[in-house]
């Protein structure tokens, strides 16, 4: 079925695995659900040539007004997120695909208000996590306690600052490479806790820092990431999920991860100036 409206403009910033994934699906599938690409920007331009029109290539990621996107999606590193997120929110809506940039307050709250002085929302995908409208739901309700969440992975599949894993041995097991708040962790890595990071802003009551985040290297998880998480209400209640998240050795992000992420896309039709988990 093709859309009649006209379609919702796409500019994707970042032409790593996810960008790829997500122009390969807009050029193919997009206008049956009434999305096209605006542009596409890589800060090595080179790497578009062969499967981008020339057209659709911005080079200067400051001129990205000039074309007209109503979405803006961000798959590329939190640096770009805090650089242009609050001009992207000025002009368009945003999905954000590093929601590990939220972890800096002041950012987080710059990212908010120009959302809500433009009417344009904030979408963070909730990516690999398990429940994260119904831990959004307890949260607003007032019930939620405690939130806390353990990604285990591949030593292989961790990209993490300050060399908090530069050794390991295929033969060395489990090993518990940080626990604390979520706040704290995002800066140590960056591209391996964005599910967390989509729970702490799902869990505003108790934000970055009093969500629990822990990470473990595991060299038996050839096959999947493990995304266990545990939620805390009153009385007694609690919910504990596991999910396993098909990978493959070295990759950081999970297979289906990238099917999340294009439903997640597919939601980001403007929900007025708010952040919207979806
Ligand atoms: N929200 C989620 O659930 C989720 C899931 C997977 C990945 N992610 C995040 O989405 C982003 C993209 O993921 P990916 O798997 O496509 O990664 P990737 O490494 O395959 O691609 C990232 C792209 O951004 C570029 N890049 C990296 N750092 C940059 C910087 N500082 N400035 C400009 N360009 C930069 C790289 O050259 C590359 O083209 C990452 O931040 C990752 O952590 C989020």
Known sequence: MTHTSSPIRVGIVGYGHLGQFLVDHIQREGLGVGFGLAFVWNRNADKLSDSVPKDLILTNLSEFTHKKADLIVEVCHPQIVKEFGVHFLAHANLLVGSPSALSDSQLNQELRCSAQKHGNTLYVPSGALWGGQDIQRLNDSGSLKALSIRMSKHPSCFRLTGGLLSDWSEDEGRRVLFHGSVAELCPIAPNNVNTMAAAAIAAT?????????????????????????????????????????????????????????WSSLLVCKGHGGRVYLC
């Open 205 to 261: 009551t108790l934000g970055f820092n009093g969500v629990t985040g822990e990470i473990v290297s595991d060299t038996a998880l050839a096959d999947y990431h493990l995304v266990e998480v545990e939620v805390t209400g009153p009385d007694g209640f609690s919910v504990t999920t596991v999910r396993r998240n098909p990978a493959k050795i070295g990759a950081v992000t999970g297979s289906a991860t990238y099917n999340s992420f």
